[in-house]
């Protein structure tokens, strides 16, 4: 077992990364009252994971990420007897533990929480660094807090059961990481594709791992996404954007990355930040992955619509996130109708 250290003073935690993750989670509990939340996929999959603990089960799906289904969840954990004492544990992909740690974060004004990431997007990304909540009608991630778990646990031996588009989907992560701050972890992915699509286990722990590592990094120096931690929007921006503007139900998320980051790449070399080279090997290696690029079949006007609502917006200027290289990248104010011109050249 491999540990990572997120840095944050008092609220320091470990993410656990190793194959036997899972039990080293539910000897973490086994003497604590806790509550698992989960859905019906993984309860499937995982149906004697935290034995005699109480369970709530959502639906699968960003679907599920509503306030409606955070005072269903309130709901039951307060009718099954929880008290201020009570864990939370996230079981699940991103959806989950967002839901988890949202819920953890409000219930009696914070209990404890920790999570067991089970699918490859949330093992990287969505359950390291304290994000959490749930969607609005006319946005994505926009109600929530920042709450950090106790501990979270990688366990990548429950890698095998996604599906390979799930999987696919949490490549995404791992390329736009590697993009943005780890030029040696890139070149590992584009002469491992065969393995990586193949899931080698001792592969897969060591890229979970150097991930973890990267992210743990700028969550510890900058907790609340007021600087460094903006680059790891990379991809993300419109990604996010084309999530909403096809309401949740054509891409997934990191489908939506991969086509995210090709936008970030068609703005960077326009505007004579990205190289083309780079730009080249981060859509070549998303294809090999099985990740689509092509954002322009979305349509420009929904897009656009979806950009006035993100998050990262400024005085009317949206925090976008450029590569120069494999490895260096950059923050730069860009507003709305000059992103959108610079994506869609030739509007629908």
Avoid at 50 to 66: D, H, L, M, N, Y
Avoid at 90 to 115: E, H, I, Q, Y
Avoid at 193 to 222: H, T
Avoid at 274 to 282: E, I, L, M
Wanted: glycine content about 10%; hydrophobic content about 45%.
């Amino acid at each position: 077992m491999r540990c990572v250290s997120v840095e944050l003073g008092e609220r320091r935690y470990d993410v656990h990364v190793g194959p036997q993750a899972l039990d080293e989670a539910e000897k973490m509990v086994a003497e604590r009252d806790a509550v698992v939340i989960t859905d019906l996929n993984v309860a499937r999959i995982c149906p004697k994971a935290f034995p005699q603990k109480r369970r709530v089960i959502v639906e699968a799906g960003e679907s599920a990420k509503t306030l409606a289904t955070y005072a269903s969840i309130v709901d039951q954990i307060l009718a099954q007897g929880a008290e201020r004492r009570t864990v939370i544990v996230g079981l699940g992909g991103g959806v989950v533990g967002d839901l988890a740690g949202f819920v953890a974060a409000t219930l009696f004004r914070g209990v404890p929480f920790v999570l067991v990431p089970t699918t490859l997007l949330a093992q990287v990304d969505a359950a390291i660094g304290g994000k959490n909540g749930v969607n609005w009608g006319s946005g994505k991630n926009l109600v929530g807090t920042f709450y950090q778990p106790r501990a979270v646990f990688v366990d990548v031996s429950l890698l095998g059961s996604l599906s390979p588009r799930d999987f696919a989907g949490g490549l995404a992560e791992v390329v736009k990481t590697a993009a943005i701050r780890d030029a040696a972890l890139f070149t590992m992915l584009e002469t491992n594709i065969e393995r990586l699509l193949a899931r080698d286990q001792g592969l897969l722990a060591e890229v979970v791992f150097r991930v973890a590592q990267g992210k743990a990094d700028v969550v510890s120096a900058d907790e609340r996404e007021v600087g460094l931690r903006r680059v790891l929007n990379f991809g993300h921006t419109v990604g996010h954007a084309i999530e909403q503007a096809t309401a949740y139900s054509t891409f997934s998320h990191g489908e939506a990355v991969s086509m995210g980051m090709r936008a970030a790449l068609v703005v960077g070399t326009q505007l004579g930040i990205t190289s083309q080279a780079a730009a080249d090997r981060v859509e070549r290696l998303c294809r090999a992955l099985g990740l689509p690029t092509d954002f322009e079949s979305v349509s420009s006007v929904a897009v656009g619509a979806a950009l006035g609502l993100d998050k990262k917006t400024v005085s009317g200027e949206i925090q976008f996130v450029l590569i120069r290289e494999i490895g260096d990248v950059v923050v730069r104010p860009i507003d709305r109708p000059t992103l959108t011109k610079l994506l869609w050249r030739k509007m629908p």
